[in-house]
């Protein structure tokens, strides 16, 4: 049966992060089980107050692990919102113990958070993170039941990781990428490496062995280092060190769903800016100068 996993604090794994005035993101974490994941519907209900009543707010698949609340209205500063979950599976069903925020960003942490997802926006590029599978049931096709590992590297049971499906589900969301820095590994034969570093929201959480696809380029990357930055303890976003995938990586095949919703939601920067004022004199043509006076022309705001 699929369950919550437990901390050793003996609280139900699920957390809940604010990301902004109006929105939070409630993630959770199953205990390990051989079960198939696919096949279990997680819900997510909402309240104001630890007691309740909960109103239930969404039907998620199993496979995925976490749910963004864009209508948790979070802009009273004095609210506090709670959830709580269940999950159904063929054999059983569980439910979470009541969640509230696991921490309390500042003020100044969520304008770090809205600025560092501000660069993602204009400087970042769309990618699709497929996050490994740590649970769930074992690939019939390859895993080895003696040897407690998997037999092929080429299988699409579960792409090189024990786990029948291999990821979970992708999350599409902006990453921006550096520079590729060309390297030449001498061996037996010659192999050539790229590798590159970036920069990711503070959502999704990721981790080495991840896959990231570059919507744009159709290039796929294995993240192999995280470094979160923090502010207080609150994490802004995660810097990411990855290398390009081999061209025989099974990864190649993890297939692109359609219908992905960013986490990153596409708002605008509603400040304006005081453009400079120029003569009109200084912009017009040379031949319709003549007999105008360059003080007594009116102004023109530069850019209307």
């Avoid at 864009?70 to 054999?91: C, F, H, I, Q």
Wanted: hydrophobic share 35%; with cysteine.
């Amino acid at each position: 049966m699929i369950v919550f996993d437990r901390l050793e604090t003996r609280e139900h794994a699920v957390f809940v992060e604010i990301a902004s005035r109006k929105c939070a993101i409630v993630s959770w974490r199953f205990r390990p089980t051989n079960e198939n994941l696919a096949g279990a519907v997680v819900s997510v209900t909402r309240s104001y107050s630890p007691t309740g009543p909960f109103v239930a707010v969404a039907e998620v698949p199993g496979s995925t692990t976490y749910y963004r609340d864009a209508n948790a209205l979070m802009g009273d500063k004095w609210r506090e919102v709670y959830y709580k979950l269940r999950v159904t599976s063929p054999d059983g069903s569980d439910e979470s113990e009541v969640m509230g925020v696991r921490s309390h960003p500042s003020m100044e942490a969520i304008a770090a958070r809205r600025r560092a997802d501000l660069a993602l926006r204009l400087e970042g590029v769309p990618c699709v993170i497929y996050s490994r599978r740590n649970e769930g049931g074992r690939c019939p096709a390859c895993w080895d039941a003696v040897l407690k590992t998997v037999s092929s590297s080429r299988c699409t049971s579960c792409y090189n990781t024990g786990r029948l499906g291999g990821f979970y589900s992708p999350v599409l969301t902006q990453v921006k990428i550096m520079p590729v820095a060309m390297i030449n590994e001498p061996a037996d034969t010659l192999r050539q490496t790229e590798q590159t570093t970036g920069m990711v929201s503070f959502f999704p959480l990721v981790k080495p062995r991840d896959v990231i696809y570059e919507v744009n380029k159709g290039k796929r990357w294995r993240i192999t280092q995280v470094t979160p930055t923090e502010i207080h303890r609150i994490p802004i976003h995660q810097d990411i060190v990855m290398i390009g995938l081999n061209p025989d990586d099974v990864e190649h095949s993890l297939p692109i769903p359609s219908g992905l919703t960013t986490v990153i939601p596409q708002w605008k920067d509603q400040r304006t800016y005081l453009k400079a004022l120029v003569r009109d004199y200084e912009i017009m043509p040379v031949e319709e100068r003549q007999g105008k006076d360059p003080g007594a022309v009116d102004f023109t705001p530069m850019g209307s």
